[in-house]
């Protein structure tokens, strides 16, 4: 992957974050990540770092554990979810569709801070 994360960050991360997994076996093969993010408009939520094992894509395994991420966030109470996907990953976007997640139209802005 390539990113350094600190002990102390990573801790954070975790605190604050759902992570679910697909095995198999004591392999990991998948994991998505759910995480609540409190303002004054109420709890939204965004799910991060989808990804698949490439030998086992194309089996339900990202459905399913965008299913259970789906479920994890009603229980939060989590009014509102987002994810950001890059146009060119095509089998994702029809995967976020065809789970009801709806494309904003609306300008994306950044400001990298590093």
């Keep these: 992957m390539g990113y ?3 002990p102390s960050y990573l801790d954070k ?3 604050n974050s759902h992570f679910l ?3 198999d076996g004591e392999s990991l093969i998948g994991m998505v990540t759910v995480v609540p993010i409190y303002k004054v408009s109420g709890v939204k939520g965004s799910i991060e770092h989808l990804f698949i094992d ?3 894509r194309g089996k339900g395994i990202g459905k399913d554990l965008m299913s259970f991420a789906i479920d994890l966030a ?3 109470k989590i009014e509102t ?3 950001t ?3 060119n990953r095509e089998v994702a976007n029809k995967l976020y569709q065809k789970l009801g997640f709806k494309v904003k139209d609306t300008n994306f802005y950044y ?3 590093k």
Excluded: M, N, T
Aim: aromatic share 12%.
């Design 54 to 56: 490439e030998k086992y």
């Design 81 to 83: 979810l987002f994810l």
């Design 111 to 113: 400001l990298d801070l």
């Design 13 to 15: 991360f975790i605190k």
């Design 74 to 76: 009603k229980k939060l």
């Design 4 to 6: 350094q994360i600190s």
């Design 21 to 23: 997994v697909a095995l």
């Design 85 to 87: 996907c890059e146009p």
